[in-house]
């Protein structure tokens, strides 16, 4: 039967957009691997792998009026809602793990998201100030019954674990700032995230 090439290339979004979400929650992360050259190359070489992948970025699965799925995620532009085919659509499915959080845990569908978007990046990835980055923003989110953040702070490091010599994309990148490495600091990434597997229900591919 011959199909006119509105109708193939709408039967294509409606598979792409169902094959995106049928296997997520709301309150699902979705850890992403990106390739952003200098910096990914230095946060890989310090942060951890989980199933030989290092993961660059985090987000939040939100679902708006029924059936729209996006992700809430901090970025440079700040906290935003993203469509979660244009997410999707960066890095591709294979980039991409789900973490599915147990339910002992406050997940942001029972969290009020909707005051965070539009805050700024923080740029300086300082965990106090009122600007965040992808992780920060779920540490802040995700916490326990007794309202206590599940995920854990670790002192972070901007160094070469081989040479222990600051990172020169860190060093540029810190000066254009005008403030201090905040080597030592407290902080996390989607690396640590990923690995702490005592608080998830479920760790599985996107493609899956």
Request: hydrophobic share 35%.
């Amino acid at each position: 039967m011959y199909l006119p090439k509105i109708i193939i290339l709408l039967l294509t979004f409606f598979v792409v957009n169902n094959s995106s979400s049928q296997n997520l929650k709301e309150g699902d992360l979705l850890f992403q691997y990106l390739s952003c050259g200098d910096f990914c190359d230095a946060i890989e070489k310090v942060t951890p792998a989980y199933q030989n992948t290092h993961f660059s970025h985090v987000a939040i699965v939100v679902k708006k009026n029924q059936n729209q799925w996006f992700v809430a995620e901090a970025v440079n532009k700040g906290v935003s809602l993203t469509d979660l085919n244009t997410f999707i659509a960066r890095s591709g499915k294979e980039n991409i793990y789900v973490g599915r959080v147990k339910n002992y845990y406050i997940i942001p569908k029972i969290i009020d998201i909707e005051p965070y978007i539009g805050k700024p990046y923080d740029t300086v990835f300082d965990i106090s100030n009122k600007a965040y980055y992808c992780s920060e923003l779920v540490y802040f989110l995700y916490k326990d019954k007794k309202g206590h953040p599940i995920f854990k702070l670790n002192p972070m490091t901007f160094k070469d674990p081989e040479t222990n010599d600051y990172f020169p994309a860190w060093v540029e990148y810190f000066n254009k700032m005008n403030v201090p490495i905040p080597e030592n600091k407290p902080g996390l990434n989607p690396g640590s995230m990923i690995n702490q597997t005592e608080i998830y229900e479920k760790i599985f591919p996107l493609r899956k």
